[in-house]
């Protein structure tokens, strides 16, 4: 693959043209969302999901664009089928992963496969069959832990509250290991609660907003834990996508970490309070919080993304009222296929 840098703002477009592009994790939310930005500028792309049921992974994400990307339903805990899959392609976006905190509390050995030794499996048939590539690894906020001060940045030491952010961490730091040591090109994006079009609603163990999200457009409660005063920052997921095709075009980010956050922190109850008055539907109430959840919450939280637009280039450009309209109407014309009907 060319390294040829991206030296302009849009440079990145021009960048992907012709491109032989894997997604890891494509049918996902972001995975997704980014396969539809490729294609527009021209990528070829290949998506790789398993399409486990309780994930992401969803056919009907990529309407609109299934003829002109290439699917393999794949396992990336499958060493040998990755050792073909990486070859020949010049960007790897790996989003692939198991993103449920709750569900890494309760199944730590699943998040472990996935989101440490899975991860090996990419990276060694990087190295050993594609040495060339560069791979861009969707990161988490939630490495972090509890933060020593607001907002931010990326020299906040890495000290996770749960299974899900040990294992990231893990994952994260093997791309930065093969980048030192290898030289297979890597970095990771810590992204900080992405929101929008395509994200899993089934059930609530992935993105709350999500969930908030379905629950007021079938005109249900919203429960808020607590107080509801806890601050958060959130990404658009067309803006999150922007960031890893800035990071995959720039190889002034090899072998660091980029956060990747919203344009302004808000709390809890704004933020319902926002979403029941665009959706126009829903209601909502405080509730004690249940004692699982508040065992791994990490108080108030959001993040400083300067070092993403000093390096590629990239900031968040949608307001949380736009982003926020644009995610219902979404799910306005195609709830059903993100909820089962006998859930609704």
């Not at 050995?109 to 090996?120: G, H, P, S, V």
């Amino acid at each position: 693959m060319s390294s040829r840098p991206a030296t302009t703002d849009d440079s990145y477009q021009t960048f992907y043209r012709d491109r032989r592009v894997m997604i890891t994790g494509g049918l996902g939310f972001i995975g997704s969302t980014l396969a539809h930005q490729l294609v527009a500028l021209g990528a070829r792309v290949l998506i790789v999901d398993s399409l486990i049921p309780e994930y992401g992974g969803n056919l009907f994400n990529i309407a609109g664009i299934e003829d002109q990307v290439r699917v393999n339903i794949a396992d990336i805990r499958q060493g040998s089928t990755m050792n073909h899959l990486v070859r020949d392609h010049e960007v790897i976006f790996n989003l692939a992963g198991q993103v449920s905190h709750i569900d890494s509390m309760e199944d730590p050995y699943t998040d472990l496969e996935i989101n440490c030794r899975a991860q090996l499996s990419i990276l060694e048939a990087c190295r050993r069959f594609n040495p060339s590539v560069k791979v861009v690894f969707a990161g988490t906020r939630q490495v972090y832990g509890r933060p020593d001060g607001l907002p931010v940045t990326e020299q906040h030491l890495v000290k996770p509250t749960d299974i899900n952010g040990i294992n990231k961490a893990a994952g994260e730091n093997y791309h930065l290991v093969y980048n030192d040591v290898f030289g297979v090109r890597a970095c990771s994006l810590r992204l900080t609660n992405v929101y929008g079009p395509r994200q899993l609603m089934k059930h609530n163990r992935q993105g709350f907003i999500a969930w908030f999200l379905r629950l007021a457009l079938t005109n249900q409660e919203i429960q808020i834990f607590g107080d509801g005063t806890q601050l958060r920052d959130f990404v658009f997921v067309d803006d999150a996508a922007n960031a890893f095709l800035r990071a995959g075009a720039h190889d002034s980010s090899n072998g660091k970490v980029f956060n990747v956050g919203g344009l302004e922190p808000i709390s809890h109850s704004a933020l319902v309070t926002q979403i029941v008055s665009i959706a126009g539907s829903g209601r909502y109430r405080h509730v004690e919080w249940p004692p699982e959840k508040k065992a791994i919450d990490i108080g108030d939280f959001y993040s400083d993304s300067t070092l993403s637009e000093r390096t590629f280039g990239w900031h968040p450009t949608t307001p949380l009222a736009d982003g926020l309209a644009r995610t219902l109407n979404f799910y306005r014309a195609h709830l059903d296929h993100y909820v089962p009907a006998e859930r609704v």
